[in-house]
């Protein structure tokens, strides 16, 4: 069986570090806010090449914190792409926020610049963007058009650790980089965990104050703040991890080549750019009998994942929220959208079996 991912395989070459920095850890008697969290940060921050890198529990709340520190009125609107995962909506909503979905470009599936004029009003103030499956989004017209309406931007990079447009990486083109770490991610941890990249020393300020309950000093709070403190074990975990990333990343693109060149033309593969270093969080291909696909490679020992089956319009939790819920091109992605193995642990040999399989159907 070809496994779409294995946490426990993909873990398996850092299993001895991992031990060995929680023992550093258990014994240190310091699990909050420590050395590790802090390490880390500045490790991610060099990295990424970004000013301020900031610690939290997760993707979600990396993303609710940044658009807390802009202050936005209740009811302010918030451009988003109508094909994101549930989280970045989520988090516009949890600050009494206006969502504004706007559809893709149906070749890359990120958001479409040439759309959002279209949908901006008096009360839009910000755009998150969503650098999808690994790739970033098209960020010199999407900046150009925030420049010109005034509006902030905000990154949702939880697919894209490393992942650059015309050179920049993917967390340095908004006011805020919001990064997940969750354990399948290209940078995973061991659990949840995130991160927020900026280049403002106020709202990195901002970003420490409201994580650790509106606090710098203890038990004096400042703010109205969140416990989205990242996790001292899971801070190591990545650190572990992090010289790894680029090695991650290559072998991801790697295995990615390979179904670029092997699979037929009945697949609608990801479009390939030189102005874009994608790293492959998720590969996915399109195909009108999607459901049929997956049943078939399951019957011939190949697992794989949709991402996602539904789209954001059509989930119960958001009936009555959005103003628009004809979203055509986001359905026909969701509807189409296919999942092939793509971790860190899967061979070449794996990749090819895929093909050969996918290539009979």
Not at 138 to 148: V, W
Not at 228 to 253: C, G, M, T, Y
Request: hydrophobic share 40%; glycine share 6%; net charge negative.
């Amino acid at each position: 069986m070809i496994e779409y991912e294995n946490l426990r395989k993909l873990n398996e070459p850092f299993h001895a570090e991992y031990e060995r920095c929680f023992r550093e850890v258990l014994e240190s008697g310091w699990y909050i806010l420590g050395k590790g969290v802090a390490a880390f940060e500045d490790s991610f921050a060099r990295y990424n090449q970004s000013t301020h890198c900031v610690g939290v529990a997760s993707g979600l709340d990396a993303l609710v914190l940044s658009l807390r520190c802009f202050g936005f009125e209740p009811g302010s609107e918030v451009i988003l792409p109508s094909n994101t995962y549930i989280a970045t909506i989520l988090s516009v909503l949890q600050l009494g926020l206006q969502p504004v979905l706007v559809e893709p470009d149906a070749a890359t599936y990120n958001l479409d610049p040439a759309r959002i004029e279209q949908h901006l009003t008096s009360r839009t103030v910000a755009i998150v963007v969503v650098h999808l499956y690994g790739k970033c989004c098209q960020m010199d017209r999407i900046l150009a058009t925030a420049t010109k309406h005034g509006l902030r931007v905000i990154e949702d990079c939880a697919q894209a650790h490393g992942a650059t447009f015309q050179g920049t990486k993917a967390g340095n083109f908004g006011d805020f980089g919001a990064f997940s770490f969750y354990p399948t991610k290209n940078l995973g941890a061991l659990g949840d965990a995130g991160a927020v990249t900026t280049a403002h020393d106020q709202w990195a300020a901002q970003l420490r104050v409201l994580r650790n309950y509106g606090s710098t000093v203890k038990y004096y709070n400042e703010a109205v703040g969140y416990n989205s403190r990242l996790d001292e074990v899971q801070a190591v975990f990545l650190s572990v991890k992090l010289p790894w990333l680029d090695a991650i990343n290559a072998h991801k693109r790697n295995l990615a080549a390979l179904y670029l060149q092997g699979l037929k033309a009945d697949f609608v593969k990801p479009v390939v750019h030189p102005d874009y270093y994608d790293v492959y969080h998720i590969f996915n291909v399109r195909h009108p009998d999607r459901d049929r696909l997956k049943q078939y490679l399951l019957q011939h020992h190949i697992k794989t994942e949709i991402h996602y089956p539904v789209p954001p319009h059509q989930q119960k939790a958001m009936r009555g929220i959005l103003h628009a819920t004809d979203f055509p091109i986001s359905e026909e992605i969701h509807r189409t959208t296919l999942s092939l193995p793509i971790s860190y642990y899967h061979t070449s040999d794996d990749i090819a079996q895929v093909i050969e399989v996918m290539n009979r159907f």
